[in-house]
């Protein structure tokens, strides 16, 4: 048996494997006995290190009588500081604004505080007056039910943080003097109810203000908040900061205001209409009996016009009107046919009218912002207000008005916050809350687990806890809620010339709250910053794959499902597989299963998907119901087998020349990147073999050139040819993937190269949890395990102030040697398998300055994301393809092919 070490380890024995996964096994059962307590460790460890703040983890449930058709959804989903509030009271709606605050998260430990001291993030505080991390909120109610808003406020204290006249003091108690900040003509007439109610002042704003501030916001702060919407499409629009005015911004509300905006503060309001939605509702009303403005679009959906309008068709005995353009379907007059026929109101559908007038109302409104863009010679406009709704015919005619008279001169496009300008606008207008000048890359949207679901109004006093969210999952479950668009998306070629076909719905029911369920929850993070050494940050795009594509988008959806099982499982064993655990693991299956049929319904819904949100949004849904860290012990028993076999390979790699070295260590990098429990074919490989024989089987199929090969060119970079020794590169950041074999036998050996070459090595590792990747929390463990058998390592690790406490008590004759060039930790800002680049955590951001050299590892952020990024500096991106599509689409190879991508700064 003792001959067995002897074996290198890329021909590692079984006999040494079995013994290796036998101590991991009794690892895994000693673990679970234990399971509470880490998950504690775990959680606060989390808090303390990640940047991107987790979804709201507070209740959320169906209120009163679930039984009814759209019952009313509580989504209480906060329970930070409240510390700012703003109202837009409109003639029909009223909207809010809110801010919470998360709790000071920022982390002292030893790492951080010697890494931010490292890069010099310790005083660079640029504000003078704090500015937290926080969720921005929207919420509204109808105006006639303002005693339901007053409750929403009074119970979730929403008055109670605000400011107070004289400065921001959040911590304040409510007093005498409490003002919030409200715009429409509501802040006057309700004024009083409010003082007398909450205690609090309404401090008024100037409506057209806010609406000018609150669309400036959305379209500066917001990626992909206004699109563009023909024929049933939707496409985001990326709007240039440096290019966005003049533009023409239209408010459908219940009358509509056309104001022409030419800067921050800067506009004019040059028209209006008092044809808007109010006289859709109030006419729709009176001819429908309808009960509520969601029942009267419904009832659109199944509506034909021509059986009340007047076709120029009907005019002409069925003919076009060639001479001036006008097919025989187009409208000649709205509501024409109810004067030449002997019919009473109750002889039409009511279906008939809604759609007439929903569709008379939104061509008018268009026709006219149209003539006003013309007027100033604008090439764009904005529609916002609630009359829009989401609602795909209503988008559609209004774009087919502007498109057809300005013959396509001008474009019309919609905001994903609509309805919520004004409020916005209020809550802009607060002096020093530092939130207006936020940043896009500040800002991260959230859907809640309630987003898929249809709803009544998402409002309500605060549920608590977990258990109550869980619950709500479940009788939306029995209830057996079909889950359904929120508009139906018309097919292509429901416009004709100037008349519309009938508009085909998919449902007949009508997603109940737009505003609720196609806006998330904006987390504000302002310590996210966009990655420095981006060749170009405007155009770069994360995503490898536009899911745009429905094939796409189904393919991945499969994927994803079948993925679901085994994931719950890891997840509910890892919180200890209690009743508990399983009935959160069946919530968050439940809920991710509902965000995917919303999504392959609906692609858009919550602004442009791309594979790398779906593999966020599955870790955020695990997180929603705290599962904090599904692959815990398989990413630790995967360490300690790696680990066991490492000084092994040291030895090995020594005995190399350098040049057979640097081969190895790239192919040790791919071999051991096929670790990987989010891919389906990985997972059942693991079933066949021990982890040491798949890192060898793996090895064994390195065979050169891979499918994507520039490893001559980096050899080139890095050793020279010839006699001419290449100066080694400064700084390396390596973003690490996967725990161990990966990480332990791919990537240290890796960095310890380059340390030895003398270039300083930065580890960039995840701030939470995704898959079995490493997180930051968990890497200084893992390299001070790995010091333990490597001097290069350790000295790194020392003067990177990695190895603070862990090597403390070994001593040897390291003092005599040479200082040697740090290797750092950063967490990178995210959980998720994939990487944006342009939100990533601070400390990144400021190691990412000096950086001259990127190594991207794994298929999430090197493939899915970041393939065809370009960067300032030398980039090497290392994966292998564990997915037969994703290998045959991206480079025309097969499952297992690797990826060695070398692009030298330009
Ligand atoms: N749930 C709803 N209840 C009433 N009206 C709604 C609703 N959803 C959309 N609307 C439409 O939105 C219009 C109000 O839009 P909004 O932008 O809030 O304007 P206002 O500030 O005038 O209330 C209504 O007149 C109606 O056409
Ligand atoms: C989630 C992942 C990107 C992680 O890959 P990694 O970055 O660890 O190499 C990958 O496992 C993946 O794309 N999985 C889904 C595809 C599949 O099951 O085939
Ligand atoms: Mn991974």
Same mark, same amino acid.
């Given at each position: 048996?003792?001959?067995?070490?002897?074996?290198?380890?890329?021909?590692?024995?079984?006999?040494?494997?079995?013994?290796?996964?036998?101590?991991?096994?009794?690892?895994?059962?000693?673990?679970?006995?234990?399971?509470?307590?880490?998950?504690?460790?775990?959680?606060?460890?989390?808090?303390?290190?990640?940047?991107?703040?987790?979804? *709201?983890?507070?209740?959320?449930?169906?209120?009163?009588?679930?039984?009814?058709?759209?019952?009313?959804?509580?989504?209480?989903?906060?329970?930070?500081?409240?510390?700012?509030?703003?109202?837009?009271?409109?003639?029909?709606?009223?909207?809010?604004?809110?801010?919470?605050?998360?709790?000071?998260?920022?982390?002292?430990?030893?790492?951080? @505080?010697?890494?931010?001291?490292?890069?010099?993030?310790?005083?660079?505080?640029?504000?003078?007056?704090?500015?937290?991390?926080?969720?921005?909120?929207?919420?509204?109610?109808?105006?006639?039910?303002?005693?339901?808003?007053?409750?929403?406020?009074?119970?979730?204290?929403?008055?109670?943080?605000? @400011?107070?006249?004289?400065?921001?003091?959040?911590?304040?108690?409510?007093?005498?003097?409490?003002?919030?900040?409200?715009?429409?003509?509501?802040?006057?007439?309700?004024?009083?109810?409010?003082?007398?109610?909450?205690?609090?002042?309404?401090?008024?704003? *100037?409506?057209?203000?806010?609406?000018?501030?609150?669309?400036?916001?959305?379209?500066?702060?917001?990626?992909?908040?206004?699109?563009?919407?023909?024929?049933?499409?939707?496409?985001?629009?990326?709007?240039?900061?440096?290019?966005?005015?003049?533009?023409?911004?239209?408010?459908?509300?219940?009358?509509?205001?056309?104001?022409?905006?030419?800067?921050? %503060?800067?506009?004019?309001?040059?028209?209006?209409?008092?044809?808007?939605?109010?006289?859709?509702?109030?006419?729709?009303?009176?001819?429908?009996?309808?009960?509520?403005?969601?029942?009267?679009?419904?009832?659109?959906?199944?509506?034909?016009?021509?059986?009340?309008? @007047?076709?120029? %068709? +009907?005019?002409? %005995?069925?003919?076009?009107?060639?001479?001036? $353009?006008?097919?025989?379907?187009?409208?000649?007059?709205?509501? $024409?046919?109810?004067?030449?026929?002997?019919?009473? =109101?109750?002889?039409?559908?009511?279906?008939?009218?809604?759609?007439?007038?929903?569709?008379?109302?939104?061509?008018?409104?268009?026709?006219?912002?149209?003539?006003?863009?013309?007027?100033?010679?604008?090439?764009?406009?904005?529609?916002?207000?609630?009359?829009?709704?989401?609602?795909?015919?209503? #988008?559609?005619?209004?774009?087919?008005?502007?498109?057809?008279?300005?013959?396509?001169?001008?474009?019309? !496009?919609?905001?994903?916050?609509?309805?919520?300008?004004?409020?916005?606008?209020?809550?802009?207008?607060?002096?020093?809350?530092?939130? +207006?000048?936020?940043?896009?890359?500040?800002?991260?949207?959230?859907?809640?687990?309630?987003?898929?679901?249809?709803?009544?109004?998402?409002?309500?006093?605060?549920?608590?806890?977990?258990?109550?969210?869980?619950?709500? #999952?479940?009788?939306?479950?029995?209830?057996?809620?079909?889950?359904?668009?929120?508009?139906? !998306?018309?097919?292509?070629?429901?416009?004709?010339?100037?008349?519309?076909?009938?508009?085909?719905?998919?449902?007949?029911?009508?997603?109940?709250?737009?505003?609720?369920?196609?806006?998330?929850?904006?987390?504000?993070?302002?310590?996210?910053?966009?990655?420095?050494?981006?060749?170009?940050?405007?155009?770069?795009?994360?995503?490898?794959?536009?899911?745009?594509?429905?094939?796409?988008?189904?393919?991945?959806?499969?994927?994803?499902?079948?993925?679901?099982?085994?994931?719950?499982?890891?997840?509910?064993?890892?919180?200890? $597989?209690?009743?508990?655990?399983?009935?959160?693991?069946?919530?968050?299956?439940?809920?991710?299963?509902?965000?995917?049929?919303?999504? #392959?319904?609906?692609?858009?819904?919550?602004?442009?998907?791309?594979?790398?949100?779906?593999?966020? =949004?599955?870790?955020?849904?695990?997180?929603?119901?705290?599962?904090?860290?599904?692959?815990?012990?398989?990413?630790?028993?995967?360490?300690?087998?790696?680990?066991?076999?490492?000084?092994?390979?040291?030895?090995?790699?020594?005995?190399?020349?350098?040049?057979?070295?640097?081969?190895?260590?790239?192919?040790?990098?791919?071999?051991?990147?096929?670790?990987?429990?989010?891919?389906?074919?990985?997972?059942?490989?693991?079933?066949?073999?021990?982890?040491?024989?798949?890192?060898?089987?793996?090895?064994?199929?390195?065979?050169?050139?891979?499918?994507?090969?520039?490893?001559?060119?980096?050899?080139?970079?890095?050793?020279?040819?010839?006699?001419?020794?290449?100066?080694?590169?400064?700084?390396?950041?390596?973003?690490?993937?996967?725990?161990?074999? +990966?990480?332990?036998?791919?990537?240290?050996?890796?960095?310890?190269?380059?340390?030895?070459? $003398?270039?300083?090595?930065?580890?960039?590792?995840?701030?939470?949890?995704?898959?079995?990747?490493?997180?930051? !929390?968990?890497?200084?463990?893992?390299?001070?395990?790995?010091?333990?058998?490597?001097?290069?390592?350790?000295?790194?690790?020392?003067?990177?102030?990695?190895?603070?406490?862990?090597?403390?008590?070994?001593?040897?004759?390291?003092?005599?040697?040479?200082?040697?060039?740090?290797?750092?930790?950063?967490?990178?800002?995210?959980?998720?398998?994939?990487?944006?680049?342009?939100?990533?955590?601070?400390?990144?951001?400021?190691?990412?300055?000096?950086?001259?050299?990127?190594?991207?590892?794994? #298929? %999430?952020?090197?493939?899915?994301?970041?393939?065809?990024?370009?960067?300032?500096?030398?980039?090497?991106? =290392?994966?292998?393809?564990?997915?037969?599509?994703?290998?045959?689409?991206?480079?025309?190879?097969?499952?297992?092919?690797?990826?060695?991508?070398?692009?030298?700064?330009?």
């Amino acid at each position: 048996m003792a001959g067995l070490t002897e074996h290198p380890v890329l021909g590692i024995t079984d006999i040494k494997e079995e013994s290796n996964e036998n101590k991991a096994t009794d690892k895994v059962v000693r673990e679970e006995e234990g399971e509470k307590e880490m998950a504690l460790i775990a959680g606060n460890s989390i808090h303390r290190s990640g940047s991107r703040p987790q979804l *709201d983890l507070s209740g959320a449930a169906i209120q009163g009588n679930f039984e009814e058709k759209d019952p009313t959804i509580l989504l209480p989903n906060q329970s930070d500081d409240i510390s700012h509030l703003a109202l837009d009271i409109g003639g029909s709606l009223i909207k809010l604004v809110y801010f919470s605050r998360h709790a000071d998260r920022s982390s002292h430990d030893k790492r951080k @505080m010697s890494i931010k001291e490292r890069l010099g993030l310790l005083n660079g505080n640029r504000r003078s007056y704090p500015i937290l991390g926080g969720r921005l909120h929207f919420v509204k109610f109808e105006t006639n039910k303002i005693n339901e808003c007053l409750d929403f406020i009074s119970s979730k204290q929403l008055h109670r943080g605000g @400011m107070d006249s004289r400065s921001w003091h959040p911590e304040a108690p409510a007093n005498e003097n409490a003002l919030i900040k409200a715009t429409g003509g509501g802040a006057y007439k309700f004024a009083d109810l409010f003082k007398e109610r909450l205690g609090v002042s309404l401090d008024k704003e *100037d409506e057209m203000d806010c609406l000018v501030a609150g669309a400036n916001f959305l379209l500066k702060a917001i990626r992909h908040e206004a699109f563009t919407h023909i024929e049933g499409r939707k496409e985001f629009v990326q709007i240039d900061h440096n290019d966005l005015f003049p533009y023409l911004l239209v408010n459908i509300g219940s009358g509509v205001s056309m104001i022409k905006v030419d800067g921050d %503060g800067k506009f004019q309001r040059v028209s209006g209409t008092n044809v808007g939605g109010g006289t859709y509702w109030g006419l729709g009303k009176l001819l429908t009996k309808c009960k509520s403005f969601d029942e009267l679009l419904e009832l659109s959906q199944r509506g034909d016009n021509r059986t009340i309008d @007047m076709l120029v %068709g +009907d005019i002409y %005995g069925g003919m076009d009107y060639n001479k001036i $353009g006008l097919s025989a379907s187009t409208i000649a007059s709205s509501f $024409g046919k109810a004067i030449s026929e002997n019919k009473e =109101l109750e002889d039409y559908r009511p279906e008939d009218i809604s759609l007439s007038l929903l569709r008379m109302i939104s061509y008018n409104i268009g026709q006219i912002a149209y003539l006003n863009a013309l007027r100033f010679g604008l090439k764009r406009i904005f529609f916002g207000g609630f009359f829009i709704r989401g609602h795909a015919y209503t #988008m559609d005619t209004i774009s087919f008005a502007v498109h057809f008279w300005s013959k396509g001169d001008a474009q019309a !496009m919609f905001l994903r916050h609509e309805g919520f300008l004004g409020a916005l606008g209020a809550f802009m207008s607060y002096e020093k809350h530092g939130l +207006d000048d936020l940043m896009v890359h500040q800002l991260v949207e959230r859907f809640p687990m309630g987003a898929p679901y249809i709803g009544g109004k998402i409002h309500g006093p605060p549920l608590g806890d977990l258990n109550e969210k869980i619950s709500w #999952m479940e009788k939306f479950v029995q209830k057996g809620t079909e889950i359904t668009a929120p508009v139906p !998306m018309a097919p292509p070629g429901t416009t004709g010339l100037g008349g519309f076909e009938v508009p085909s719905s998919k449902g007949h029911s009508l997603r109940s709250d737009a505003s609720a369920l196609n806006v998330g929850v904006l987390h504000l993070v302002p310590t996210l910053e966009v990655f420095p050494i981006l060749a170009d940050s405007k155009t770069y795009e994360p995503n490898t794959i536009d899911l745009a594509d429905h094939s796409e988008l189904e393919y991945w959806f499969t994927v994803l499902s079948e993925h679901l099982p085994d994931l719950v499982d890891k997840a509910v064993a890892s919180e200890g $597989g209690t009743d508990d655990a399983k009935r959160r693991g069946d919530a968050f299956a439940r809920a991710f299963s509902a965000h995917l049929a919303r999504l #392959m319904e609906e692609p858009t819904a919550y602004g442009k998907l791309g594979l790398a949100n779906l593999l966020e =949004l599955r870790e955020e849904c695990l997180r929603e119901f705290q599962f904090v860290d599904a692959y815990r012990s398989i990413k630790q028993r995967e360490n300690e087998a790696s680990l066991a076999v490492l000084p092994d390979l040291l030895m090995e790699l020594d005995s190399m020349s350098e040049e057979t070295r640097l081969l190895t260590l790239i192919e040790g990098v791919l071999a051991a990147n096929i670790f990987d429990w989010g891919s389906r074919a990985c997972v059942d490989l693991y079933h066949k073999g021990t982890i040491i024989e798949i890192y060898r089987m793996s090895r064994k199929k390195m065979q050169r050139p891979w499918r994507v090969d520039d490893f001559d060119t980096f050899k080139g970079r890095m050793l020279g040819s010839g006699d001419k020794m290449p100066h080694p590169h400064k700084r390396a950041l390596l973003f690490v993937d996967n725990s161990g074999a +990966d990480i332990v036998l791919g990537m240290l050996p890796l960095a310890r190269e380059l340390l030895r070459r $003398g270039t300083e090595v930065v580890l960039v590792a995840n701030s939470l949890p995704a898959l079995n990747d490493v997180t930051a !929390m968990e890497l200084p463990d893992i390299v001070a395990e790995a010091a333990k058998h490597c001097d290069i390592l350790r000295r790194a690790a020392e003067a990177g102030g990695l190895l603070v406490d862990a090597m403390i008590n070994i001593q040897d004759g390291s003092k005599e040697k040479p200082p040697s060039v740090p290797l750092m930790v950063v967490e990178n800002g995210c959980g998720s398998p994939c990487i944006d680049l342009r939100q990533v955590s601070s400390e990144l951001a400021a190691a990412a300055k000096d950086a001259d050299l990127i190594i991207l590892e794994g #298929m %999430g952020r090197a493939l899915h994301t970041n393939f065809n990024a370009r960067f300032k500096c030398d980039a090497l991106k =290392l994966a292998m393809v564990k997915n037969q599509r994703l290998a045959e689409k991206l480079i025309k190879g097969n499952i297992y092919d690797c990826v060695c991508r070398y692009e030298p700064s330009s």
